[in-house]
């Protein structure tokens, strides 16, 4: 892994939280991104050379709004950038991890993604990220 690529944060209302974040980091958010097939709206903020992610749901089934439903607003999971995701996903299967995607799948940011489950990760849910290729 080659570094923390963004640390999600899963909000009720994205355009408020945009507001709130704003006022933290002095900035404003970079991108906007729907992402239909996992029912998220997501937002970006460059920090530094770190990003934060704030994702809100789009439908009431969707694993964000499970979560926030579950657990209230707040950290959702921590993305790691990766050189190669699939070499990655073997390595992590074969260490004995459960991956809650078998293959890749895209996600926000230009990102190929896969999440490890987090019982496995003392209940932090970990994304691993690699850059899409075009």
Do not use: W
């Amino acid at each position: 892994m080659l570094k923390i690529e963004h640390i999600g944060i899963a909000v009720k209302n994205i355009e408020a939280s945009n507001q709130l974040f704003a006022k933290i980091f002095n900035a404003s958010h970079y991108k906007t991104e729907v992402i239909a097939s996992e029912g998220v709206n997501t937002s970006f903020f460059q920090v530094g050379e770190n990003k934060i992610e704030l994702l809100e749901a789009t439908h009431t089934d969707s694993p964000i709004a499970k979560f926030i439903e579950k657990k209230g607003e707040g950290i959702h999971h921590i993305a790691f950038d990766v050189k190669d995701i699939l070499s990655e996903m073997k390595r992590l299967e074969k260490e004995g991890f459960i991956l809650l995607n078998k293959e890749p799948k895209l996600g926000a940011d230009n990102k190929l993604v896969c999440f490890l489950h987090p019982k496995e990760t003392n209940g932090v849910l970990i994304e691993l990220c690699q850059e899409r290729k075009e």
